[in-house]
């Protein structure tokens, strides 16, 4: 009797061994190592960020901590403090808070940088610096424009830049994710105005007159139509430069693509409704080869591995613990949210939009082809100039049968050739899936990789339809799998 209880736990165990396995299909462990840094204020974060990175400092670079509005001539100086291998303290506009004085003090620093001009740090605290005895440099110019030319400037003369991040002068978030990106290939951040009611910009003057002076033959545009128009990559391929595009039209599916082609040993998650902390964090971020992500209450991202170790910055004000948690007691990426599933419905509403938008810029519309039919085209960029590139783009949201349909949608105007030349019908250009807003009615999850979803799409008058999703789990990854509008 007593070996047959024996017999009988032993077979017990094994059962629950196995079920727990069959349960975990994803077999992605969770986070282990998740560690906040975080301080009372702003400032003291990034005290917590330096004491954490660095045990000492000949140079300390210094950014305006105060107001986002402030983030351009501060994140043009990330790639700066990598290049010197040190941290980014923040100061007010006024006086430099004794906690920042101290860690200076502590790393034993001797070249301070100063981001900005007096308007942003004022004179005072930079003479200051000087009667202690430190040797200061002012980065600055007339406006944030040109202080990120300079900042190139300075980066340029100790290590030649061979890059270029292009990003939007208007919204700091898109800066704060590339910017530790940039950091890592020596490249110089350098800003864009915002597009007309139409998307149509130009590439700044002082931006472009750099980007000759420096000589440089590659540049990353950070962001889709509605954050870098595609004017402005058309005129910078057409300065001779071969230009990359990190898609997104959301901070959250700009960071998502540069995950997918920067695979990071970790994850550094900062708050997206200020630039402070996601700034003083971003070298030590670039250091650790972490791919940053911003976030607001909820975690918008599918993370294919939730093992890797993860950085919060700020206080619990700022980045939830619950965030925290979420990933440290996550069972792989399997597990999505409704938020997560929003964005992923999102960005692969905006991939087919990305395609479409990228054939509608001046550069494009100033080489119009007639064919003898009396049909108008435009060429279409080279990122799109096959269907394997747009499949392959395509396909990081949808699933094969998906995003094959969505290829057959494209046929009325995409795929053409004229004389040996892809190009695009003219006036390709729809609705725009941020004209509706869309609301989540109910989700079903019908199985272990099944799971339905419907929202009501409301324009400016009311309930516009009904939109219909199914999302599939295919190579680890939750795709959409069909869509349906009613």
Known sequence: MKNFKLAFTVFLACMM???????????????????????????????????????????????????????????????????????????????????????IKKLGAENIYIMGGT???SASQENSFRSEGYNVTRIAGTDRFDTACRAADILNSKSKISKVYIVPSDKFQYALIAAPYAAREGAAILFTGPGDENMRAD???????????????????????????????????????????????TPQS??????????????????????????SSSVLTARHNYNPLLVNTKLRYTLDDVSKPVLLFGGTGVVSDSLGNYIKDSAGAHDISNDEIYQL???????????????????????????????????????????????????????????????????????????????????????????????????????????????????SSGIYEKMYVTLKFQSNKWKISNLIYK
């Open 203 to 249: 590439v700044n003057g002082k931006t472009r007159s750099e980007i000759l002076k420096l000589g440089v033959k590659n540049a990353v545009v950070v962001g889709s139509y509605n954050v870098v128009s595609y004017d402005v990559e058309a005129q910078l391929e057409n300065m001779g430069l071969n230009c990359l595009t990190i898609h997104g039209t």
């Open 345 to 459: 419905l999102s960005d692969s509403r905006a991939s087919l939009e990305d395609v479409m938008y990228s054939a509608d810029n001046k550069e494009q519309l100033e080489n119009i082809i007639t064919s003898d039919d009396g049909t108008k085209y435009v060429p279409t960029p080279d990122q799109y100039s096959s269907y394997n590139k747009v499949e392959n783009f395509l396909s990081k949201y949808g699933t094969d049968d998906y995003v094959a349909d969505e290829l057959d949608s494209l046929g009325d105007f995409y795929g053409y050739t004229f004389n040996g030349n892809p190009v695009s019908v003219l006036g390709n250009v729809g609705i725009n899936f941020y004209d509706f807003r869309n609301v989540l009615v109910t989700r079903e999850d019908v199985d272990y990789t099944t799971i339905q979803a419907v929202y009501n799409r409301y324009d």
């Open 254 to 279: 700009v960071a998502s693509g540069f995950m997918d082609t920067n695979k990071g040993s970790g994850i550094s998650i900062s708050s997206d409704s200020f630039f402070a902390d996601a700034l």
């Open 17 to 103: 061994v196995l079920l727990c396995g069959f349960f975990n299909k994803s077999g992605v462990e969770a986070a282990q190592n998740v560690i906040r840094l975080g301080g009372t204020d702003r400032f003291d974060t990034s005290v917590k960020i330096a004491d954490y990175g660095w045990k000492s400092s000949k140079n300390v670079v210094i950014a305006d901590g105060q107001g986002n509005d402030a983030f351009a001539d501060a994140v043009a100086g990330t790639s700066l403090a990598y290049y010197l291998s040190c941290p980014i303290l923040l100061t007010n506009i006024v006086t430099t808070p004794d906690i920042v004085k101290n860690e």
């Open 119 to 121: 308007g942003v740090i």
